[in-house]
């Protein structure tokens, strides 16, 4: 199985908002879709927590900042 990163995740097809014949694939589809987004989620908050402040400000973020996001819990955008 491939690495879950954002450029997988940018592949995935979205949503679906409108009524399907097939209404428990597609919950199941969107379901294999919410855990892939918060697994992707709960990885970068977890690197998040090894930066330094070097690190921090080397992308451009204030240390504080990093700290808050990688403090979020994973299911919260």
């Keep these: 199985m491939p690495a879950l990163t954002q450029a997988n995740l940018s592949r995935m097809p979205p949503f ?14 969107n ?3 919410l855990l892939v987004i918060w ?13 330094d402040d070097a690190r921090c400000r ?8 990093v700290m808050a996001e990688s403090a979020r819990p994973f299911w919260k955008a």
Aim: charged letters at 30%; hydrophobic letters at 35%.
């Design 16 to 29: 679906r908002q409108e009524a399907t014949n097939g209404l428990l694939p597609q919950f199941a589809h």
């Design 31 to 33: 379901l294999a879709q």
């Design 39 to 51: 697994d992707v989620r709960f990885r970068t908050r977890r690197a998040l927590r090894q930066f």
């Design 58 to 65: 080397d992308i451009g973020r204030d240390p504080a900042t």
